[in-house]
């Protein structure tokens, strides 16, 4: 069964830091490149990262670039999203994702004072 489980979510203060996890299963994960997304309540979905299948390669939306870094190991099948400088309008869920793999069911992002 193909599957992607999010974690490390939470509630932190603007400034924070937080990382959060993607657990992958049910698929070769070293042959995907994976995404993060993040939907923030009443806003449509949106794409922030992006890392090659082997690692080497990152892409990042504008509005995370500079604070935000994907990386991923391999042989654990698990593709990380380390957030800081953290502001109150990065409060989302937040999704990792492979073209043609399902979502997951996210997790939520809360910057607050």
């Known amino acids: 069964q193909v599957q992607l489980v999010e974690s490390g979510g939470g509630l932190v203060q603007p400034g924070g830091s937080l990382r959060l996890s993607c657990a992958a299963s049910g698929f070769i994960f070293s042959s995907y490149a994976m995404d993060w997304y993040r939907q923030a309540p009443g806003k449509e979905r949106e794409w922030i990262a992006a890392?090659?299948?082997?690692?080497?390669?990152?892409n990042y939306a504008d509005s995370v670039k500079g604070r935000f870094s994907i990386s991923r190991d391999n042989a654990k099948n698990t593709v990380y999203l380390q957030m800081n400088s953290l502001k109150p309008e990065d409060t989302a869920v937040y999704y990792c994702?492979?073209?043609?793999?399902?979502w997951g069911q996210g997790t939520q992002v809360t910057v607050s004072s």
């Open positions: 890392i090659s299948s082997g690692g080497d390669r990152t």
């Open positions: 994702k492979g073209i043609g793999l399902p």
